[in-house]
């Protein structure tokens, strides 16, 4: 560096010394060198001059509103800050002024891309609190929409990813057969995204008919499709060259971020709450975990596909050995009565005008969730004061957690690398800042 | 701007003799009249600059959280082709762009970034407001969330849904071309008369 350096403020070894406003403002066109004609013997060279730059919030490769302050050495990044809060919306805040059962909608919008398993875990924290069984056949149900939750958050995170790869033809291929996801969940949910489909107690309904054969169709399908893409992709020279040894974090690294989900298991750890933790019944299927071996970026491209294939394999045993019974427990003081006892019942009135207006009340006490979903381990966190608006709501989102790895990933490689390392991270900005 | 024959058709002998009439110049009055409705287009440079912008509202790259997913379906899916209105081309710079569709939870971080791209936009240039959140804030009110992007920039369309249906999306940018094409006033400020909002000290030197 030449002793007339610019002062960008975050030049230097540790950019997160230097407070938060001045680093904001580093980025204005003040404070950039006055253009000039360069005098010979001062010139800095290319390589060795420092350039902070700014990445986002709005930039299309930054999968939502991610802003990262960049120190670049030549087209090499030397340090990476996250600021994080663009689409912050206060759900945390807003959960504790809501009745338990109200709460679901606001928790599926954190994350907006695995509303299934935003709405599971919430679920399972509140059912754990009031002691309360969920019926087998809710559980296959919940299993199976989380599932194809999946299988539609990674296509959609494959055509993302690919498109900023530059492979932007997946990007149609991928989302022509999430449609078709969205469209069993149309049916059973009643919309696409958001179907607060998953209650405290159990499902809001059974399957429709029809489900069970167009779901059916979509999963015979799918598999070949999974082909397809790998076909197009596996071998293609760009994304090898542009995945393959890039990016490693080492096992230890990742343990020690607290890192989750396909990002750890392509390190070679087989961590999987669905096999570790079993929770709705998830033991009763035969699937496996499929890990990488050396934890680049081509690894957990490849993980996430195998993961779709043994999403196909559960759903498909889910529908098989769908169990009769109720979709949601039968105690009324926690799920709504059906309707048709509303005209003939007056205790079921009572009940459904109690639940609606006042909800129900939690004991005191709290708890902790954990799931695995689409991007790692999904925790929530719930604080019950006795009353019927619950105390204190946390989410412990995987996406947050796993953004501190992108220093490790893209630090003292390309910027090119730094995309496919966003890309490969599949952050969710959403269940970010919630 | 519709042509339509008005003798009926005709006899092809008689129309060319007209037409050799019009070269020579030797066709006047109502006779001059009428077969100028019979061959020509008559339009205002105005209206065909504005269908001409109608059907190629080119949309900003811009993202913000559900509604973003419904935003890609229109393009993404093979379902909805908004090729077919001529608003695929999503634009990541800001300078290439006609229309920003605000698709998701404004918060108030991100607020002033939103109205700074806007700013960079060039006229003439359109905004959608798509989801309730964009609209009205939705289910959130609270601290985090601006009540509506209405409140700090100028929108054209609103489009309900939380998260709204692609065809929803495509409903709206087709009620945005209709506007485009029956709206003289281009720029925001004539259109929504706010004159004297311009930011200080930003003129160019």
């Given amino acids: 560096m030449s002793d007339e350096a610019p002062a960008t403020g975050v030049e230097g070894e540790r950019p997160l010394d230097v407070p938060y406003r001045e680093r904001e403002r580093s980025v204005t066109l003040e404070r950039m060198p006055a253009p000039g004609a360069p005098v010979y013997g001062t010139a800095v060279e290319p390589e060795t001059e420092l350039f902070t730059i700014n990445m986002g919030p709005h930039h299309p490769a930054t999968h939502g509103v991610l802003r990262l302050l960049l120190t670049l050495e030549g087209e090499v990044v030397r340090s990476i800050t996250p600021i994080i809060g663009y689409v912050h919306t206060g759900i945390e805040k ?140 596996n071998r293609n020279e760009i994304l090898l060259q542009r995945l393959r040894n890039v990016g490693e974090v080492p096992l230890d690294t990742l343990l020690g971020l607290g890192v989750t989900g396909p990002l750890l298991r392509a390190a070679g750890h087989p961590w999987d709450l669905r096999k570790a933790m079993p929770y709705s019944s998830y033991d009763h299927f035969d699937f496996k975990v499929p890990i990488g071996t050396r934890g680049d970026h081509y690894d957990r491209y490849r993980v996430r596909m195998a993961e779709m294939r043994e999403s196909v ?122 | 701007m519709t042509r339509q024959r008005i003798d009926g058709g005709g006899d092809l002998r008689i129309r060319q003799l007209r037409a050799r009439q019009m070269l020579r110049g030797e066709l006047e009055g109502a006779d001059l009249e009428q077969y100028l409705q019979e061959r020509v287009g008559l339009t205002t440079l105005e209206r065909a600059q504005n269908w001409a912008r109608a059907n190629a509202p080119w949309p900003l790259t811009f993202g913000l959280a559900c509604c973003a997913i419904e935003m890609i379906s229109v393009v993404g899916s093979p379902r909805m082709d908004a090729a077919r209105f001529g608003a695929e081309v999503f634009r990541a710079s800001p300078r290439q762009a006609d229309m920003i569709i605000l698709s998701g939870r404004v918060s108030v971080k991100m607020a002033p970034i939103i109205r700074r791209i806007y700013d960079q936009m060039l006229e003439p240039k359109w905004v959608i407001s798509m ?7 939705g289910m959130f009110n609270n601290y985090a969330v601006v009540q509506g992007a209405d409140k700090f920039m100028p929108v054209d369309v609103y489009i309900p849904g939380c998260p709204p249906r692609p065809e929803a999306l495509m409903y709206g940018i087709i009620k945005l071309q209709n506007k485009i094409k029956g709206q003289p006033d281009l720029g925001w400020r004539e259109r929504y008369r706010a004159e004297g909002t311009e930011e200080q000290g930003t003129e160019l030197a």
């Fill in chain 1, 94 to 233: 807003s959960c504790e002024d809501q009745q338990y059962w109200k709460v679901i909608p606001f928790v599926e919008r954190m994350d907006y891309l695995s509303y299934y398993f935003n709405a599971q875990v919430f679920c399972m924290a509140v059912e754990r609190m009031l002691d309360e069984e969920v019926p087998p056949r809710a559980q296959y149900l919940r299993v199976i929409h989380m599932e194809l939750g999946r299988i539609a958050s990674h296509l959609f995170w494959l055509g993302t990813s690919a498109l900023d790869l530059g492979a932007i033809s997946m990007l149609w291929y991928a989302l022509r057969d999430r449609e078709k996801i969205l469209d069993l969940f149309e049916m059973s949910g009643g919309q696409r995204l958001h179907t607060r489909y998953i209650q405290v107690g159990g499902v809001i309904e059974d399957l429709p008919p029809g489900f069970d054969r167009k779901c059916r169709e979509f999963l015979a399908e799918m598999p070949s499709r999974i082909d397809q893409y790998e076909a197009i992709l």
């Fill in chain 1, 313 to 434: 394999k559960i759903v498909e045993q889910a529908l098989d050995g769908l169990p009769e019974g109720p979709y949601i427990t039968d105690n009324r003081k926690v799920a709504l009565p059906p309707r048709h006892e509303l005209a003939t019942s007056m205790e079921a009135l009572i009940h459904h005008f109690k639940l609606v207006t006042e909800g129900f009340r939690v004991p005191p006490g709290e708890t902790y969730a954990a799931i695995e979903s689409p991007r790692g381990e999904l925790g929530c966190f719930v604080l019950a004061d006795g009353s019927a608006k619950p105390a204190r709501v946390h989410m412990r989102d995987p996406s947050f957690v796993n953004l501190q790895s992108l220093r490790h990933m893209a630090e003292g490689r390309l910027i090119a690398d730094l995309i496919a390392g966003i890309a490969m991270l599949d952050p969710i900005l959403g269940g970010i800042d919630r």
């Fill in chain 2, 131 to 137: 989801g309730a959140c964009a609209s009205s804030a």
